[in-house]
């Protein structure tokens, strides 16, 4: 994955699948991790190390993160963590150890240290692809663990696991209680040691029956963009995460929309992800023009749409607590320029961005070197975005009534 922003802090009860979750949670280093390493939008600077330039700077950056980690980083954190890195590995300590605590020091709320096999990892994730056993969890109201989507295709789908199944272990150790990120964690097992083929073992439960299965981890690929349609014709289209390929399978979701049909575009629960991969997204709608501004290191930037995008469809975005990062900046560039109704609750505002550097030992340190703003100037960071119209579990239904009252030319 191309680093941090893959995850954001979710509720108890959010649904989190395998394939994003990637989180150990074996120690206080890790948990601190945890709230930086969920697609958080970390973004511009870590699309451009995936896709090999930094959005309007001219600036090529090569294709992975040896070549993020070549920059310049002006920001004394960043030097502060090199040099007790390289403080500790000429003493015979571990640089990673160093970077964290320093890290730590800095209070950066989204600074975090991965070791190479987890950046690795976060990188292969935001290119589709992940290691895993296909299983969708959330925790109940009663803190037990229920299966809530299952891969087709998936290791656990090939041993009959199903959605509604209640997940009661993982290699011996219960889960009902835990956060469920922990849960998704011990699925996915450590970054270092959780290739394909490795084996996990499951206590289920369905109805009376409860038995036990061993799984073997495959590499699998995300499905971050699924599509379904309304019995009054308006297209539903659920984001997952800002995953390589997300854009154009929405644009392709909207080409295939009947006709004048409005459009929903599900954000809820989405962390983040890509923002080349965002702002694509943006240009399905827009005909050009501002996405988003930033700032990296004090240095202003902007973000811009493509030409030729769908302006005329009823559009309605649905948001939630879990909307962060990247589909923020997705959700702000719709709100402000007319575009979309947003409907829902308080999005998570998460609007700071990330800079990887390597350290002596392949281990990749992450601080915040910037922040990025709507295109109204509306800063995201702290505060998130306040949606059109407030609604809870009826957001659905509230969105059907306004794409129908959009579609009314009366």
């Given at each position: ?18 394939a ?6 074996n ?44 920059a ?15 403080e ?51 925790r ?11 891969q ?65 981890r ?6 971050s963009?699924t ?16 995953t ?17 049909a ?8 989405n ?20 996405v ?13 749409a ?14 939630d ?15 402000d ?34 922040h990025?703003?709507?295109?109204s100037?509306h ?24 794409l129908t009252?959009l579609?009314?030319?009366?």
């Amino acid at each position: 994955m191309s680093g941090r922003d893959l995850f954001s802090r979710p509720s108890p009860t959010a649904a989190l699948s395998d394939a994003l979750r990637a989180t150990p949670f074996n120690s206080t280093r890790r948990i601190r991790r945890g709230a930086a390493l969920t697609l958080v939008f970390a973004g511009v600077l870590v699309a451009g190390a995936v896709t090999g330039s930094l959005p309007d700077t001219g600036q090529a950056v090569g294709a992975g993160r040896k070549a993020a980690a070549g920059a310049a980083h002006p920001d004394p954190g960043h030097e502060d963590v090199q040099q007790a890195a390289a403080e500790a590995m000429a003493d015979g300590k571990s640089p990673m150890e160093a970077a964290e605590r320093a890290v730590s020091r800095s209070g950066d709320r989204w600074g975090a240290v991965y070791s190479e096999g987890e950046y690795q990892e976060f990188q292969e994730a935001l290119d589709g692809q992940y290691t895993g056993v296909g299983l969708w969890a959330r925790r109940e109201r009663d803190g037990r663990i229920a299966v809530t989507r299952v891969q087709p295709g998936s290791p656990a789908a090939d041993a009959g696991v199903r959605r509604g199944d209640r997940l009661r272990s993982v290699d011996g150790d219960t889960v009902d209680g835990r956060p469920v990120t922990e849960v998704v964690s011990l699925l996915r097992g450590d970054a270092e040691d959780a290739a394909a083929g490795t084996t996990v073992t499951l206590g289920l439960q369905r109805g009376t029956r409860a038995w036990s299965e061993t799984l073997h981890r495959a590499r699998l690929s995300t499905d971050s963009v699924t599509v379904r349609r309304l019995p009054d014709e308006v297209t539903v289209i659920q984001i997952a995460a800002f995953t390589k390929g997300s854009a154009a399978a929405v644009r392709a979701a909207v080409r295939q929309a009947p006709a004048d049909a409005g459009i929903m575009l599900d954000l809820r629960g989405n962390s983040g992800g890509l923002v080349t991969e965002a702002v694509d997204t943006a240009s399905a709608f827009l005909d050009g023009g501002l996405v988003a501004t930033y700032d990296v290191d004090g240095a202003q930037r902007a973000l811009h749409a493509d030409t030729g995008g769908d302006t005329a469809r009823p559009l309605v975005a649905l948001v939630d607590g879990g909307t962060m990062s990247a589909a923020e900046m997705l959700t702000g560039a719709l709100q402000d320029r007319g575009r979309a109704v947003v409907i829902g609750s308080r999005t998570f505002g998460k609007g700071s961005i990330q800079m990887p550097t390597e350290l002596p030992d392949g281990s990749v340190a992450e601080l915040t070197v910037g922040h990025y703003r709507t295109p109204s100037g509306h800063k995201v960071d702290g505060r998130g975005i306040t949606p059109d119209l407030e609604a809870g579990p009826e957001a659905l239904q509230r969105a059907e009534t306004v794409l129908t009252g959009l579609g009314d030319p009366s």
